[in-house]
């Protein structure tokens, strides 16, 4: 039987981090006993497989991410690892034991043979498979690093740090080149919105940061969803991105103009860790504490056209449903985000 998305994935610790290969349809999950998973995954009722696992990380798994040629597998540990798997049968290729002298937080495949790796402390370090080594170091920021982001040339490399800050570094030249100043908040995610043109940084104070490209000094907007937090984003359009927060809603957000379009999907009171989409962007896959991975049908986000002109609406009504599974229709699913914040929600637990 046919299915408009894959069914959950179910896992036995909580899911920290996926990833969508670039091209076929595989999805990579890490858990915070530090196994990391590889699944195919269909939209045939019952298709579902996992393919092989690893248990090489000591501790929790933080990232995951395919290089571009989606032939390795990246994988990011608190343990202060950085693993290199083959994607056909998860071998260990490629090991840096002590990486980092703090705990690894994220990692992103800049091309096919350097990649950057940011961790806790607000280190960066930039390696080349080549020379086996890191080949820029840096540590410009105060908090750790959340997410990370490089501009289509490979050239700009983006840091979203605990501490507010967004980190510009240069890749080619292997140096720093700037901070933007402190925002409210840590900056929890990253994403090249408008063709490359603006950076969009979501915060845990749930507000939405955009930077114009050649301007990383100052935010040029902001944008206060309502939402607890902003946790995880990805972009979908060149100007919708989707947003997991604390809450365990997925909102799907235009930008400029700004505006809230309604809720692709859910996990129920549970804060969402990590968002993927799939190649061709009609897929969207999230992991949260439930330690499931969930698929949503974003394919309608394409066609979406929002104008300048806004309605007047209603303060706290319900987030309109942008697809099959969202709850739209479950009145008692909305009532308690009208109360704007749950306390407990709020007081989600650290993931590791």
């Known amino acids: 039987r046919l299915r408009d998305t894959p069914e959950d994935i179910c896992f036995e610790a909580t899911a920290n981090a996926i990833a969508l290969h670039p091209a076929r349809p595989l999805l990579a999950a890490g858990d915070v006993d530090g196994d990391v998973y590889l699944y195919s995954y269909s939209c045939t009722e019952g298709e579902n497989r996992q393919l092989w696992s690893s248990g090489h990380h000591l501790k929790s798994c933080r990232d995951v991410a395919f290089s571009q040629d989606g032939q390795k597998l990246f994988t ?3 343990d202060k690892s ?33 990649f950057a790796t940011g961790d806790d402390s607000g280190a960066l370090k930039v390696w080349d498979l080549r020379k086996g080594d890191a080949i820029l170091e840096a540590r410009q920021q105060e908090e750790y690093i959340s997410a990370m982001a490089v501009d289509g040339n490979g050239k700009i490399l983006l840091t979203a740090s605990g501490d507010g800050t967004l980190g510009v570094f240069n890749v080619k030249r292997r140096r720093f080149e700037l901070l933007s100043e402190p925002q409210n908040g840590d900056l929890t995610s990253v994403g090249l919105l408008k ?70 999907g859910q996990h129920l009171g549970e804060p969402i860790e990590q968002l993927a989409v799939a190649p061709g962007g009609q897929l969207l896959a999230s992991c949260a504490h439930d330690q499931k991975v969930k698929f949503w049908d974003v394919s309608a986000l394409g066609g979406l056209v929002v104008d300048d002109y806004r309605k007047k609406k209603k303060k706290g009504g319900p987030l309109r449903a942008l697809s099959g599974k969202a709850a739209g229709s479950g009145e008692d699913f909305f009532a308690d985000l009208r109360d704007e914040a749950e306390p407990e929600a709020a007081a989600g637990s650290d993931s590791d």
């Open 76 to 78: 990011v540990s608190k």
């Open 195 to 264: 063709r490359g043109k603006k950076v969009a940084c979501g915060s845990s104070e749930g507000t939405i940061y955009l930077f114009n490209w050649d301007g990383f000094g100052a935010a040029s907007d902001r944008f206060a969803l309502r939402a607890e937090s902003v946790d995880c984003m990805v972009p979908i359009t060149d100007s919708i991105v989707c947003v997991g927060s604390l809450d365990g809603v997925i909102r799907a957000v235009n930008i400029l103009p700004n505006r809230v379009l309604g809720c692709v």
């Open 82 to 114: 950085v693993h290199i798997l083959t994607v056909e049968e998860g071998r260990l290729e490629t090991r840096f034991p002590k990486a980092h002298s703090s705990a690894l937080n994220c990692v992103l495949p800049i091309d096919n043979h350097v």
